[in-house]
């Protein structure tokens, strides 16, 4: 492989801001568009009732006459799930694939030993301060690109997914395009190919962003496609666009289907568009009553630029959509608190502009105490209809910090109100960097939560979050499928469902069944929903082929909620690995690495007479193998398995470690290609270092063990003179091998051994004892 390519995926912690597809020369602050400019940049964007699929491609030019490193940032929009990401080294793409998190970090500290920049992409780390437990995800990512060829270029794919939401029958879609960090970046040439399907009648297409003019060249009640094409291209605004979904086709139930391998589940997804109806007297009555409106406005210095004008926006609009009847207050927060008016005021034209002279005479200033702010707005809430409206980034400097602690503090101290004086959580994230897991926590206390990046439009996000002050969500909402044994494993993908917006269930089937009944049942507005379809269920079905990781990630996320409320055990965190490997995104228990197959897959050998095998294209007629030690030998093709083979000597005297081979490889025309491959030589037995947790148990007691071992091990297990092996698993709480033994009820009182044996990748095998008293 021609040079020592790699991208450094780095997770970045919940507060670090990222602008779109920049690459930045090591070493500075900033991009450089003198050193590396974006020549081309693809979107090919997929709309699929209600999912987008977002594959980007860009290449960067490097205008300097020596080999560049660089880092690469992308901002993600919101509930984004990466879902591949590969760089280019030459006419060889290099993809990522996903591994358990601990394995991953294993081959990625390996890497850079043979100073070889890995590619890592992993959900961001938990911030100071946090308790134990799955790590929380970030909405950006960074990566390290080496290297970049003197003259050259850099080719970068990354593909992500997330929902897209439909409130009052409309929906926005946005790619974040516009800078936040950095300045301008132009795209020499500029590719979009964009496709919307939906099931329910599209109306009202309209592209919003008017640098990217798409052009429409197909259009009907379901399907739209458009597409861009333009040079030199100043990226100074987000792709967006906006459309509406039929509200003739509301109440009524839609089904969509995947199943490619007949040997595998299939999989359905259900969506129902909520009507808005007509309100009932009791409706009117409570939309009448007058409310009251508690403000917290964050404005501490985390919340400049960007991020200010549109707290500021969505304060301004809060306030001015307010009845004279209605009453609020103010709150200004950053390390202090500064309370517009002692009680709430009534919400008059003279008093809203004060307020809003009270924010422009405000300073942006100091850290942010989240915890004081709460406090006092709780101090400002007075009954049912209250409603308190946090506007911020969730960034907590000061008091308490750590998400967790937080979001049980303050649902600790709204349950100790009475029911009646519970107000409602409104919260309304504001940038890059805000606390999302943070402030959907807060917004969990009888309210709900959006949040908008600091640069994409705000309009609808904000409009459709204050529509829905004053109303209930529809209740009690839920997907019957019939025959029942049919299906499996059904998912909402959304938390709350408002009239006009669409209720999303994803499920799996098992078998194809020519007739399968969808009934959707809930209350909304106090009158009952209840509306069904009719849709087969088929053996063969490859229109929606994003479909089966949308249930994946459904699936993961009931996971992990189940974690969150039982704690961790091991069969939960095998499931969310697998389903995480096999449909190829990335978990807090999983990484996504980019690294040459030789160092996924490499050899691992004790010294002695090991086989190297290669695969290669058809073409190739030769090759010919180049020992770090001194050994040169042709390969023997073996057509049955269309694999190269040789045997090789590693010599008794080398030492343990990774090794290159070097490959060369001829084609039937002539042309000679490099690769290599790398073996670890492993011959060193791994020290096992045991502990249980009482050194005196009764006889039927259950043990509880843990252990570590140096090197890469396969497996660690544990024995007990009567007793079954245990193997002992990893556990990310007790960064430890664990496990649990039942000591036999029969077994007599005594002085035993607790062997714990574990076997490296090259079947070295090393032992650990441990003495327990039997009594």
Sequence with gaps: MRGQLIAALLGIALSAMADTGVLIPGDRQQPDAAIFSLDEMALEIRIDNGMARVRVRQIFGNHSGSIQEGVYQFALPGKATVSDFAV?????RIPAVVLERRRAGEIYEQAKSQAIDPGLLQMGERTAGEEGGPSLPSQSFTARIVPVPAFGTKRIEMEYQHPVAVENYRSE?????????????????????????????????????????????????????????????????????RYALDPAA??????????????????????????????????????SRPRTLVVLFDDSLSMQWDKLERSF?????????????????????????????????????????????????????????????????????????????????????????????????????????????????LVFGVGDDADVPLLRMLASNNGYFDWVRSTEPVDFKLNAFLDKIGQEPVKNLALAVSPAAAVDLVY??????????????????????????????GIGNGRELRFSTSAPLPAAATDHPELPRTWAKARVDALLDKIARDGEDRATIDEIIRLSKKYKFVTPY??????????????????????????????????????PFGLTKP??????????????????????GVYQVRLILRDRDGHVYRESKSFVIASKTPVVRARVDKPRVHAGATLRISAEATGIARTITARLYGALPVVLRWNSAAKANTGELVVPAYLPAGQYTVHVTAEDIAHNVGTGEVPLEIW
């Design 250 to 287: 509301s109440d009524t139930v839609h089904v969509i289907t995947e199943r490619e391998d007949p040997r595998e589940p299939g999989f359905f997804q259900a969506q129902a568009l909520l009507r808005v109806p007509d309100k009932s007297a009791a409706a009117r009555s409570r939309a």
């Design 590 to 627: 999983t990484s996504l690495l980019a690294v040459p197959r030789a160092l996924l897959r490499p050899r691992v050998i004790r010294p002695g007479d090991p086989v190297l095998r290669v695969k290669t294209d058809e073409s190739i007629i030769s090759v010919i193998a180049l020992f």
């Design 492 to 521: 909402p993908l959304e938390d709350l469902r408002f009239a006009g917006s669409m209720a999303t269930w994803a499920g799996e089937y098992r078998r194809p069944a020519p007739h399968a009944t969808f009934a959707v049942t």
């Design 88 to 92: 280019w080294d030459g006419v060889t």
């Design 313 to 425: 926006a969505a304060c301004e609009t809060a306030l001015r959509r307010l009845r004279p009847d209605d009453t609020f207050n103010l709150l200004l927060f950053n390390s202090e608190v500064d309370i517009f008016n002692p009680r709430p005021r009534p919400a008059t034209m003279a008093n809203i502009e004060q307020a809003l002279t009270f924010i422009r005479n405000s300073r942006i200033r100091g850290g942010t105490n989240l915890q004081r702010a709460l406090t006092a707005a709780l101090e400002q809430a007075g009954g049912v209809d209250t409603y308190l409206m946090l506007i911020s980034d969730g960034g907590a400097t000061e008091g308490s910090v750590s998400t967790g602690k937080l979001a049980r503090w303050y649902a600790a101290e709204w349950g100790k109100r009475e029911p009646a004086g519970r107000p409602h959580t």
């Design 173 to 241: 879609f946005v790619v974040p395009l516009k800078p936040d960090v950095f300045g301008v970046q132009t795209a020499g040439h500029l590719t979009i190919i964009f496709e919307l399907r939906s099931a329910h009648a599209i109306r009202d297409f309209a592209v919003l962003a008017k640098t990217y003019p798409l052009q429409i060249r197909e259009r009907s009640a379901n399907l739209v496609r458009a597409e861009f094409f333009g040079n030199k291209v100043p990226l100074t605004e987000d792709l967006a666009v």
């Design 635 to 656: 390969l023997r093709h073996l057509k049955d398995e269309d694999t190269w083979q040789t045997r090789f000597l590693a010599p008794v005297e080398m030492e343990d």
